[in-house]
Nanobody
Framework: QVQLEESGGGLVQAGDSLKLSCAASGRTFSRNSMAWFRQAPGKEREFVAGMSPNMVDTAYSDSAKGRFTISRNHARDMVYLQMSSLKPEDTAVYYC???????????????????WGQGTQVTVSS
C-alpha cells in the first residue's frame, strides 16, 4: 500500500521557521515529481512547492518564493519543506503529493498528482 505521511506541523509565531517532512512507503518516487500543497479554511488546495525527480528543477508559488525551500532525499524516499519567516496567512493544512508520471517535467497543478498524504496542520499566530 502506497502511503505518504507528513510530519512537522505545529503552532508557531509569525517570523518563526518550521520544517515539514514527508515519508513515502509502499513504493519509491525517485523517478517522479513530488510537491507540497496547502489548503486554508474555506479555500481551495493550492500548490506551494515542487521538485522534479532529478532534484534540479524546483517551482514555488509566489507566496513561497524566498521563504520556503523544498528538498528531497531519494535514498530515504523523503521530501521536505523548510519554511521560514512564517506569516499568519501561511496557516493551512499542508499536504505532500507525488505524481505517478515519470516525466522529467515538474507539474504544478493539483490534477497531476495522484498520491496524497493526510496533511499536517501549520498554524502561525500573529
Amino acid at each position: 500500500q502506497v502511503q505518504l505521511e507528513e510530519s512537522g506541523g505545529g503552532l508557531v509565531q509569525a517570523g518563526d521557521s518550521l520544517k515539514l517532512s514527508c515519508a513515502a512507503s509502499g513504493r519509491t518516487f525517485s523517478r517522479n515529481s513530488m510537491a507540497w500543497f496547502r489548503q486554508a479554511p474555506g479555500k481551495e488546495r493550492e500548490f506551494v512547492a515542487g521538485m522534479s525527480p532529478n532534484m534540479v528543477d524546483t517551482a514555488y508559488s509566489d507566496s513561497a518564493k524566498g521563504r520556503f525551500t523544498i528538498s528531497r532525499n531519494h535514498a530515504r524516499d523523503m521530501v521536505y519543506l523548510q519554511m521560514s519567516s512564517l506569516k499568519p496567512e501561511d496557516t493551512a493544512v499542508y499536504y505532500c503529493a507525488a505524481s505517478s508520471l515519470t516525466s522529467p517535467l515538474l507539474p504544478i497543478v493539483r490534477g497531476r498528482y495522484n498520491y496524497w498524504g493526510q496533511g499536517t496542520q501549520v498554524t502561525v499566530s500573529s
